[in-house]
């Protein structure tokens, strides 16, 4: 018994870890080194900024509260004018590995989203060239992208490059559930590792794998059953219109998912047993018991990694020169 | 004239500090050390906490963004549903030493004040027993009152104790101009140093004093000729009813002026230089000449003190028990 516990040992030991964690659909998320620090400095500005909105009042942190999981918790977001929007806001903690970002995928990178809400009359209600206007009137912005970029000049390719950069930097790595898979069996209390167990054994992790567990497909929304929500949005077909991409959405990430509540592309679902129970039985038709998903949960709850950890950005005044906001107009 | 300035050197350095500063009518801001940390960790989590209001996006942080002077930069504020508010945000930068709260003083303190946005209609639009259960259901904020408080009870007074101690901290000590009156008379420049003069001696200080430069008396706003608004806002008179009471209102701080932009209880000025010239013909009966607006406005952009310096807080999640926010109803 000993000498059995001893090898297993040595050979736990001479695996290599990539190899040891190979053999999960999952894998740990690593800490992010940006290689520029001075860009990321400057899109962590621009993204708590809401001079990029028509309003002078809504940022990127609005709706992608870093305080809250990189969601605002509400089914759809509030836009410009209290507009209602149409989809609940993904979150943007780890979206640097989605393969594409927004739900139906529409923007092919972090960069390429950043410029979307700024100039979506629903969100920001801004325009590329006026939210850049109120940039080059702030020399002190003028400094920061100097220093970022090599020279001060402004344009909007530049803040969204800055702001993406800042966005790669917002992984969440040393969740419970990470440590256990680097080997800290402690770091998981029995029923979640069962709950873990039950997840990948049941299918969950066909679509939910990778270091995000999610974001690397395109799933429809209701495969073995309909899902019955009061939401008109159709997913990838309101790109395509192709009526095999209806209700087909990106996989959402599950890492710290007892943060982003609430659930779904519609927000309709406010807890992780009901979510849970809702794919059971759309996804796989599988009717879990209650106390799978109490399992489950429990493990969904080892997700949440460490959370965003700056200091909260000091922005640089406007100037006589700056455009005004026009929050009512 | 050798011994004549080491005479001089020595008489300063004999000379107390506190003596030295007590001839100007402006005092540097002391660094506020917290009796409680704790407290002051917990108040920092509430005042970013959107779920305090009915929409659960509103936090105290809306309006008085501390990545922006403690205001919100808007010439009035946008309340629930979008709403117009009537006056301009005041600063929460210093407002521990007013000596009372709001433009119209109806707030004794900051914790009395703080109660108020949660509960207005136009504002966060809540009730304080509902921001109550919120709290309540969510055991993290059960550990953060218990720690702060010794027992986990949460009602409204501890609510309003914990923002405003972490309210208290929000001072900005430090600027050059404070700099310059602890006795480093490098920290400004010699038109900043003829602003400074020019400011004291055409009688500005007789609103404008103390560490705050304001913030300890209720004034009329034009007081030699009448201040041209499209604002219905009385002032003190919207409390009181009297007459003399009409356009009173509390002198606003001068501290961090530079951030606070748009100026006045509306927020319709949004250029110190017109800001100046308005006060030296309405309060002064003076009309300042176009170099003697420079040199005030550049004494002005020295009271930039050191800005709010803590990590984002990362809040605790809701949890299945927490009442859902309710923005589009």
Redesign the interface.
């Given at each position: 018994m000993k000498i059995k516990s001893l090898l297993a040992a040595l050979l736990v030991a001479a695996l290599p870890m990539s190899q040891g964690i190979a053999a999960e659909p999952i894998e740990p998320i690593k800490a992010h080194k940006p290689k520029n620090p001075k860009l990321v400095e400057l899109g962590k500005a621009l993204y708590?900024?809401?001079?990029l909105s028509k309003?002078?009042?809504i940022s990127c942190n609005?709706c992608h509260?870093?305080?809250?999981?990189g969601t605002?918790?509400?089914s759809t977001s509030?836009g410009h004018?209290?507009q209602?929007g149409p989809i609940n806001a993904p979150t943007v903690l780890n979206s640097s590995m989605n393969m594409a970002q927004f739900w139906d995928g529409r923007a092919a990178d972090l960069k390429e989203q950043a410029g979307g809400p700024i100039a979506n009359p629903g969100e920001m209600a801004f325009t590329h060239e006026l939210a850049v206007d109120v940039l080059k009137s702030i020399p002190q912005y003028g400094t920061m992208f100097k220093t970022a970029f090599g020279t001060n000049e402004i344009n909007i390719d530049r803040v969204t490059d800055a702001i993406a950069a800042f966005e790669e930097t917002l992984v969440t790595p040393d969740s419970r559930f990470d440590q256990w898979l680097k080997g800290n069996k402690k770091a998981m209390t029995k029923q979640e590792v069962n709950g873990y167990k039950l997840f990948k054994d049941s299918g969950c992790t066909a679509c939910h794998y990778g270091p995000a567990m999610g974001g690397q497909s395109f799933q429809k929304m209701g495969l073995v059953a309909e899902y019955d929500t009061k939401s008109k949005v159709e997913g990838v077909a309101g790109l395509t219109g192709k009526d095999a991409d209806r209700m087909k959405f990106k996989v959402p990430t599950l890492r710290n998912v007892?943060?982003t509540?609430?659930y779904f592309h519609d927000g309709a679902v406010?807890?992780l047993?009901e979510a849970v129970d809702i794919m059971g039985r759309l996804q796989l038709g599988r009717e879990y018991s209650k106390a799978e998903i109490a399992d489950i949960v429990a493990f969904l709850k080892t997700l949440t990694g460490k959370?965003?950890?700056?200091?909260?950005?000091?922005?640089p005044?406007?100037t006589?020169a700056t455009p005004?906001?026009t929050?009512?107009e």
């Amino acid at each position: 018994m000993k000498i059995k516990s001893l090898l297993a040992a040595l050979l736990v030991a001479a695996l290599p870890m990539s190899q040891g964690i190979a053999a999960e659909p999952i894998e740990p998320i690593k800490a992010h080194k940006p290689k520029n620090p001075k860009l990321v400095e400057l899109g962590k500005a621009l993204y708590f900024d809401p001079r990029l909105s028509k309003s002078g009042f809504i940022s990127c942190n609005s709706c992608h509260n870093l305080s809250m999981g990189g969601t605002d918790n509400l089914s759809t977001s509030i836009g410009h004018n209290w507009q209602q929007g149409p989809i609940n806001a993904p979150t943007v903690l780890n979206s640097s590995m989605n393969m594409a970002q927004f739900w139906d995928g529409r923007a092919a990178d972090l960069k390429e989203q950043a410029g979307g809400p700024i100039a979506n009359p629903g969100e920001m209600a801004f325009t590329h060239e006026l939210a850049v206007d109120v940039l080059k009137s702030i020399p002190q912005y003028g400094t920061m992208f100097k220093t970022a970029f090599g020279t001060n000049e402004i344009n909007i390719d530049r803040v969204t490059d800055a702001i993406a950069a800042f966005e790669e930097t917002l992984v969440t790595p040393d969740s419970r559930f990470d440590q256990w898979l680097k080997g800290n069996k402690k770091a998981m209390t029995k029923q979640e590792v069962n709950g873990y167990k039950l997840f990948k054994d049941s299918g969950c992790t066909a679509c939910h794998y990778g270091p995000a567990m999610g974001g690397q497909s395109f799933q429809k929304m209701g495969l073995v059953a309909e899902y019955d929500t009061k939401s008109k949005v159709e997913g990838v077909a309101g790109l395509t219109g192709k009526d095999a991409d209806r209700m087909k959405f990106k996989v959402p990430t599950l890492r710290n998912v007892e943060m982003t509540y609430p659930y779904f592309h519609d927000g309709a679902v406010w807890t992780l047993e009901e979510a849970v129970d809702i794919m059971g039985r759309l996804q796989l038709g599988r009717e879990y018991s209650k106390a799978e998903i109490a399992d489950i949960v429990a493990f969904l709850k080892t997700l949440t990694g460490k959370q965003p950890d700056f200091k909260l950005p000091i922005l640089p005044p406007s100037t006589n020169a700056t455009p005004r906001p026009t929050p009512f107009e």
